[in-house]
Nanobody, 125 residues
Framework: QVQLVESGGGLVQAGGSLRLSCAAS????????MGWFRQAPGKEHEFVAG????????TYADSAKGRFTISRDNAKNTVYLQINNLKPEDTAVYYC??????????????????WGQGTQVTVSS
């Protein structure tokens, strides 16, 4: 069982930066691939970024390339999402996810075994 708790969201002006954190419970954190999704008002969940359990391999949605950076610290059981040059369209609830699967599609919600409760990011223009 893994519990995920996000933090770091808030209200920020366009052009600013945020670093979201996701603290995971459990002893097998390093064996989980981790992802970040977001959900804007009235829209479905959107995959943002992922980091593989081994080797630190990362992947990003096209909308996230260049401004988003995902990283993990296995010693701290934490995954991060750095967002730079924030835009109003980045406003959403950001969710941390975890999967123990080896073969999966990053963008599918069903790929993930665990979800956090989300953290709100609001970007003002």
């Amino acid at each position: 069982q893994v519990q995920l708790v996000e933090s770091g969201g808030g209200l920020v002006q366009a052009g600013g930066s945020l670093r979201l954190s996701c603290a995971a419970s459990g002893r097998s954190f390093s064996s989980y691939s981790m992802g970040w999704f977001r959900q804007a008002p009235g829209k479905e969940h959107e995959f943002v970024a992922g980091i593989y359990w081994r080797g630190g391999i990362t992947t990003y949605a096209d909308s996230a390339k260049g401004r988003f950076t995902i990283s993990r610290d296995n010693a701290k059981n934490t995954v991060y999402l750095q967002i730079n040059n924030l835009k109003p369209e980045d406003t959403a609830v950001y969710y941390c996810t975890a999967t123990g699967k080896i073969d999966f599609r990053w963008s599918l919600e069903s790929s993930y075994d665990y979800w956090g409760q989300g953290t709100q990011v609001t970007v003002s223009s």
